[in-house]
């Protein structure tokens, strides 16, 4: 099923929002990480409401999350005149596997000047070719997205680059630019599995989003772009940074995040 048809079968009871996940949405043993921070983030806005715009996700990866069904816990902690604090916890069957903190605000009126970053120039989505889905090494959940490879190296390909930039589309309908935002977030494969040239491992531990004014679109089709940047890797760990552009190149969200290297 794709994105926008699984978001589209949740059920909710109460504060418990509930989806049903095939296996094709896999990342190895377990669901893929943006998959399940964006259905949180779904459950958040049926239960907090639509109305203040998500400002922040702190997202935390405890266990792993098989398909099937997918339920997520919503508890409002605390409702301001301007900001709602909340906190997800998305699960299947009695082990929590994503912890998610989520921080939504009304705009505010501001004498300070609008600052917007720019998306720097890349190869043209329109002279690149489909990344095919070949199976094993790459994750299941890869043959939901069209994916472009613009700049960087390679998984595997044994080549010294700190950086990539990939041009990301969903297969399937539209889908809310919010949740979108969230998913092409975490779907590019971390820069720094460039370096290897045998098999490789590499998964999202903690995660850091803040979604910019671009990510609150009620949807958006077209070409997305992740712009990622390894900041740092030792002991087994990498660190790295990401800005995530919606098809208009107007910036929609920052993401930092610490990912376990097994190699």
């Known amino acids: 099923m794709d994105f926008a048809g699984l978001i589209a079968g949740r059920e909710r009871s109460g504060a418990r929002v509930t989806f049903r996940v095939g296996a094709d949405w896999q990342h190895g043993r377990t669901l893929f990480g943006g998959l399940v921070a964006a259905c949180a983030a779904c459950a958040i806005r049926d239960v907090a409401g639509p109305a203040r715009a998500l400002r922040a996700l702190q997202v935390a990866f405890v266990g792993p999350v098989p398909a099937g069904e997918l339920a997520v816990d919503v508890d409002v902690l605390r409702e301001g005149r301007a900001v709602t604090q909340v906190r997800a916890v998305a699960h299947a069957g009695?082990?929590?596997g994503c912890h998610v903190l989520a921080v939504l605000g009304d705009a505010r009126a501001s004498a300070l000047p609008v600052s917007a970053a720019r998306r720097p120039p890349a190869r043209d989505v329109d002279e690149l070719a489909d990344v095919p889905f070949i199976g094993p090494p790459m994750p299941g959940f890869m043959r939901q997205l069209r994916v472009r490879w613009a700049e960087g190296g390679l998984p595997f390909s044994g080549g010294d680059t700190r950086a990539s930039r990939l041009w990301l589309q969903l297969r399937g309908e539209p889908a809310p630019a919010e949740l979108c935002a969230i998913l092409f977030a975490d779907a590019m494969p971390s820069p720094?599995?460039?370096?290897?040239?045998?098999?490789?491992?590499?998964?999202?531990?903690a995660w850091s989003l803040e979604v910019l004014a671009a990510g609150t679109a009620p949807a958006a089709g077209g070409w997305w772009r992740a712009d990622t940047e390894l900041t740092a890797s030792a002991d087994g760990y990498?660190?790295?940074?990401?800005?995530?552009?919606?098809p208009d190149g107007t910036a929609a969200a920052l993401s930092h995040q610490v990912v376990a290297v097994y190699a």
């Open 94 to 96: 009695d082990g929590a």
């Open 192 to 205: 720094i599995m460039a370096a290897a040239t045998g098999r490789l491992h590499a998964a999202s531990l």
């Open 238 to 246: 990498a660190n790295q940074r990401s800005t995530i552009w919606a």
